[in-house]
């Protein structure tokens, strides 16, 4: 993996962000309405009342401060508890493409580099807003990229996936640079009426440029990846062009996020700090030689436990940062803020891991040298 570097990474950040103390008022809020307009059914046991949630809990919960979002007004309007996101006509450019190019043009800015320089571009994320023409090939447009491009989608693991998928194309001779980017709108597929996922999700978009390693001698070398998935259905959402032709259309809670949430705690925890210590040990990387662990930022505990599993040793909040507490849970983006804003201080010869899991199951591991 000698031949391969990422040069550089960029971030858009939406400009709205709901604090835990926001969104629990909102939610309590229709909580209140719901249970008070459904008091006879709650009285003669034929439906169950809603329970209140709290800051506190969530912070417990997840480690979850607050979250950036497209749209705050419609989230908080508890009587509508979505948010407000208007179809654009075909001839503007979509919103995933918006947001992927702002954080594109960092990302080329970071590596040096113009569209001109790109010879691909990957678009990898958790939800496209539309099957086709694909979002990447808009982006390109939208930026005056030759070449070619794609969409892909392995839900929390894409854009470790992603980085695989660049760095294969690269090895194979099909360019020399490509750019990958993440746009996530988490909010659009969450549940805000749910008491126990209303809180996990966040906005964003990331990109990542990566190119063959003799272009330039700056940034961090891709020493290896390894990528698993394991089929679960403890994190699914059923939302897809089927759902018009069902009888019961689009309208059930599955078609959002749903999870089980301590069974998917137990299971992937494990299956990650096992293939990372695998991945380290087949490398003959000790794991007290990591200088940083940047992790899929959904859970604080998840996190924790896992960094505890592969270093032996309580982590120190420098060795595996956290994002989570402002950005939320990005999804595929998440690993990637995580490594956009703690990697200026490493010095030449460090190495650290660039590691996302979720839906599928799906691991993705990256391995990483600063030059």
């Not at 999870?259 to 794991?287: H, M, T, W, Y």
């Not at 030689?289 to 604080?300: P, S």
Request: net charge negative.
């Amino acid at each position: 993996m000698q031949g391969i570097a990422i040069t550089g990474t960029g971030l858009f950040t939406p400009s709205q962000s709901i604090s835990n103390d926001e969104l629990v008022a909102a939610f309590n809020k229709y909580v209140d309405l719901h249970n008070e307009a459904n008091a006879n059914a709650i009285a003669d046991g034929t439906l169950a009342s809603l329970a209140h949630s709290s800051p506190e809990f969530i912070a417990k919960a997840s480690g979850i401060q607050s979250r950036y979002v497209i749209d705050k007004s419609g989230i908080l309007d508890p009587t509508r508890l979505v948010p407000r996101i208007p179809e654009r006509p075909n001839d503007e450019a979509s919103l995933q493409c918006e947001m992927a190019v702002a954080a594109a043009k960092e990302a080329m800015l970071a590596a040096n580099c113009g569209p001109e320089d790109i010879d691909a571009v990957i678009v990898a994320c958790s939800n496209l807003q539309r099957p086709y023409p694909a979002v990447a090939i808009e982006v390109q447009a939208a930026l005056g990229i030759a070449g070619f491009a794609f969409d892909m989608n392995v839900a929390c693991s894409s854009a470790t996936f992603g980085i695989a998928q660049a760095s294969g194309v690269i090895r194979d001779g099909l360019a020399k640079r490509v750019l990958m980017v993440n746009p996530e709108i988490c909010s659009g597929h969450l549940n805000f009426a749910d008491r126990d996922s209303h809180f996990i999700f966040g906005d964003v978009c990331t990109a990542v440029v990566i190119e063959d390693a003799a272009l330039k001698t700056s940034g961090f070398l891709v020493r290896d990846i390894k990528l698993k998935t394991m089929f679960s259905n403890n994190i699914r959402n059923n939302f897809g062009f089927l759902n018009r032709a069902a009888e019961d259309g689009v309208g059930q809670p599955d078609k959002l996020f749903i999870q089980e949430g301590r069974k998917v705690f137990k299971e992937v925890c494990p299956a990650v700090a096992n293939l990372i210590s695998e991945q380290l040990q087949a490398l003959d990387l000790p794991a007290n030689g990591l200088k940083r662990m940047w992790l899929h930022q959904a859970n604080l505990n998840m996190n924790d436990l896992i960094a505890r599993k592969v270093l032996g040793r309580q982590p120190s909040l420098d060795e595996a940062p956290v994002i989570l507490d402002e950005y939320a849970n990005t999804s595929s983006a998440g690993s990637v803020i995580a490594f956009h804003k703690h990697q200026a201080d490493l010095q030449s010869g460090d190495v650290g891991i660039l590691c996302s899991f979720g839906a599928g199951y799906s691991i993705g591991s990256v391995v990483l040298e600063k030059r």
